[in-house]
């Protein structure tokens, strides 16, 4: 989840905000943010609602684009 991190901190957002405004803990965050855990499809459409990035941009830190 390279993007989800990048767009976090482009941002200025701490990982306790964005947890409070998804309803999660921000430890969670943290896992999915260091590839500990994987989030759901429901919350990566969350994530990506939250942030207004694709869920490509979330997991590859980049938008996805064809070959």
Same mark, same amino acid.
């Given at each position: 989840?390279?993007? &989800?991190?990048?767009?976090?901190?482009?941002? *200025? %957002? *701490?990982?306790?905000?964005?947890?409070?405004? &998804?309803?999660? @803990?921000?430890?969670? &965050? @943290?896992?999915?943010?260091?590839?500990?855990?994987?989030? @759901?499809?429901?919350?990566? *459409?969350? %994530?990506?609602?939250?942030? *207004?990035?694709?869920?490509?941009? %979330?997991?590859?830190?980049?938008?996805?684009?064809?070959?």
């Amino acid at each position: 989840m390279k993007g &989800l991190r990048m767009v976090r901190k482009e941002r *200025n %957002l *701490n990982q306790l905000k964005v947890a409070m405004d &998804l309803n999660i @803990s921000r430890e969670a &965050l @943290s896992y999915y943010e260091n590839g500990k855990r994987e989030p @759901s499809l429901a919350m990566l *459409n969350k %994530l990506s609602a939250y942030f *207004n990035v694709s869920i490509d941009f %979330l997991i590859n830190g980049e938008e996805f684009k064809k070959k």
